[in-house]
């Protein structure tokens, strides 16, 4: 079978498309790794999107008799250098410090585990940057990862590394997870789908029972809705001893996703929360297209949001959280080195942040962690039933304040280390928000710039309902496809 | 109508109305009757609503599908709050400036909407921060089957409404075994939820960080279930919540628990306290009561029990709400306040939580989840999800000592830990639970020869298997029932 890079066909397919070929005899699992690492290699030097790899590992395992027949087996994958460890396997969450010591992690988490039992062959790690505060991926530790539509560009973070690789077809699907945006901002910057899961849904055990306070959740980025579906048939379920366990869908997602749902009122926001700052007319085109579409698919769209979304105490919550989560890596990460981190240890917006959250007390932080369930109250009424709530299915904006910028916009100065944090704001308006709430939303590529770059559009649910969103995501892809579309940069 | 209303559970109660044998005015006054007969003894009430009661009942239909319409209940003055009601939480200043709360919480609410009516608020140590319920602004509530007796706490006030017969249900919440322990005491039966099962809202999502679960206390199983029934299901914007049951708790009263496997341990987690014979024997004839009934008991518990005293995590989680709760006030009081508004315990607390980190602080709370994992890996867990535990039920003695006297578990202004180090040895077999949010309860069986103090006996389940404890706790009173015990200062 042809695995030439510069044509390669398996590059166009998604996961569930190679794993059919699998299933069927036409292509063997080692074939399938044979010609992800033969794209890697022909396309990673201008992307850096994989930077730790384990090519003969995966090739073993695609050979093995003991790879697992799960529903994506011998399918290649990768595996966002960060968070969801394998035991035995290097690991560096971004930090010069771990690359260093050459740190090796120690367990297996519950999510890489089921990614195995699924028959997914793990290729290596993408790139992250420093412990995954910020929205683009250009770690000091590995270099900037290049936005395949365009290698000025960022391709957005922290999950900028999967997004690269699998935009550029290096492989169908990969790991990422959302702290902040961090699914959705690289989905939209790249041109994929981009699920935040629901609070609860992916087990993030067995050592941890949360992620950033619970900000953060796990999942993947994919071309293609079914394949967000399949694999979160796959990752989602509990785990003995979670601490927050979200409602169990009424079927495999992978049969929701093929229903469309009953006509849907959706809220449309095209301002920033709060109006704090600018949105960039094609991002706003882009919400808009997505509305008329919705539309035309027999859904009814108003402009609306929920007044709480305007609420500044919003920001201030999640700055704080999201800075005593920045502490709380760093010591753990000295303690799992054996050494205090230093100043030297970090890069310098990462001690910006970690030493502001280092002196906030506890009882600052459990005053705002309870703001935040409060404030998540009133944002969950939009999405509750009249007349208790006020009724609305979906909101809809777009998922950047921007089209994909330069790489380097977020990179302080060495006068001014943080300026480059302060310009992630109005970046991203729309995402962090509902890391606060816990609610899930998408991020879909619905929407290509004049210039030819992917703006995504970000559709958000009520708690529990990732159902909801890959049914109407599935609905869009119909009507709006972008499997065809290929990034310049394209195995 | 009966002449001994006062030994009518809540479900007995409100049959009588359904089929006209009572009105809800009645049975309020009835209530009113009792409370005023012997709370001067006992200091269960402290806030009568005895006119409020009366014009509620006064003004309610005759007959409603409610499930417990017109039955009378008291609010313990913590863990919840109700419209136009006393709130003091067992503090001095609070009580001095007369604080009315201005809205009700959704579990008062829906205890509303069941069709209860209020006669009285219970008292509470302040904060509910004690296993006794001895606060110097109300002073010690007593129990009714030893007035020189603690009844427990920190849902004591409520206990000792109930098990003297002033109601049959008192509501009560638990974050280290407030519910449990004071059923224990006083000879009643006493469930803690699963974590997430009855919202917290709207004035927060959690409380402790999710170790405070809130229900009731009863006489009966067929009460605690049908309550539970109506208490459970989320509410808009809740944090997380537990999954929903299969069918209501209700029908599990009386249903086949089927041959459990069940672990019994008679010495107290992490060597935390000596356990008293009595309570040895308590759970011990548990276990040969539970072997008649068919079941399959062992010597085994959770090895994870051992690993930790918990009360390093207890103590800074209290400490770091007591700030919060110290502030509270201060707000309500409009003025700077000091070490004479409060408990010197809680002032203690207060001092020593406004120095406590947050990295220190979501250190304990990662330690805990990876705890909780380990202890949860020991139970069967519910079908469809991971784990590969083997046992159904843990059975431990609830105490581990005798409901003690009057006194013993309070500090001095000196030493103010005391009280708290004596108060931990009441909670070592309670206060686990509410870090893994397992539901678990305290079964009257046992009451002590010499002084017939009651004693009782806790079981523990998976998370969300409420079920089967009520299953199995329907089982065994069926099999040594406990109803017709009346404590000897009784209405």
Known sequence: MPTHPASDPLAALDATAQADLVRSGAASPLELIDAAITRIEAVDGELNAVVLRRFEQARAEAASDDLPAGPFRGVPFLTKDLACPTAGEP?????????AAGWIATETSHLAARFVRAGLVNLGRTNSPELGLVPTTEPVAWGPTHNPWDPALTPGGSSGGSAAAVAAGLVPFAHASDGGGSIRIPASACGLVGLKTSRGRISVGPSRGELSSFLSVQFAVTRSVRDAAALLDVAAGREPGDPVVAPAPSAPYRDLTTHAPDAL???????????????HPECVTAAERA????????HHVEVAHPDAYDDPDRAAMFATLWGVDAAVKVTTWGNLLGRSLTEADVEAATWIMASAGRDVLATTYVDAVSRMQVWARAMADWWEPAPRGDGFDLLLTPTLAEPPVRLGTFTGTADDPFAGILRAGPFTPYTPSFNLTGQPAISLPVHQSAAGLPIGVHVVAAYGHDDLLLAVAAQLEQVAPWA???PRIHA | MPDDLSMLDATAQADLVRTGGATPLELVDAAINRIEKVNDELNAVIHPLFEKARATATGATATSDTPFHGVPIVLKDHDGSSAGDPLHHGNKLLKELGHVADEDSYLIAKLRAAGFIPVGKTNTPEFGLMTTTEPEAYGPTRNPWNTNHSTGGSSGGSAAAVASGMVPVGHAGDGGGSIRIPASECGLFGLKPSRGRVSLGPEAGEAWVGLVQRHVITRSVRDSAAVLDALCGPMSGDPYFAPPPARPFLDEVGADPGRLRIGIRTNAPAAMAVTDDECVAAAEDAARLLESLG???EIASPPALDETDLVDFFVAVMMTDVVREVEEVGRIAGREVGPD?????????YEMGKTYTSIQHLEAIDAAHAWTRRVASWFTPAAGTGGGGQFDLLLTPTLAEPPPEIGDLVGTTEDPLRGMA??????AYTAPFNVTGQPAMSVPLYWEASRDLPIGVQLVADHTREDLLLRVAAQLEAARPWADRRAPVHA
């Open chain 2, 341 to 349: 508004d409060f408990e010197a315990l809680t002032w203690t607390y």
């Open chain 2, 295 to 297: 079941h399959h008991v």
């Open chain 1, 291 to 298: 509305a008329t579409l919705l539309e035309g698919l027999g």
């Open chain 1, 484 to 486: 065809d579309r290929r």
């Open chain 1, 91 to 99: 690991q560096t969450d971004g930090m010069g410090a771990t690359k």
């Open chain 2, 422 to 427: 004596r108060a931990t040895v009441f909670a």
């Open chain 1, 265 to 279: 009122r959706v809220g449309l926001m095209t301002r920033a929360p709060g109006d704090t700052s600018p949105i």
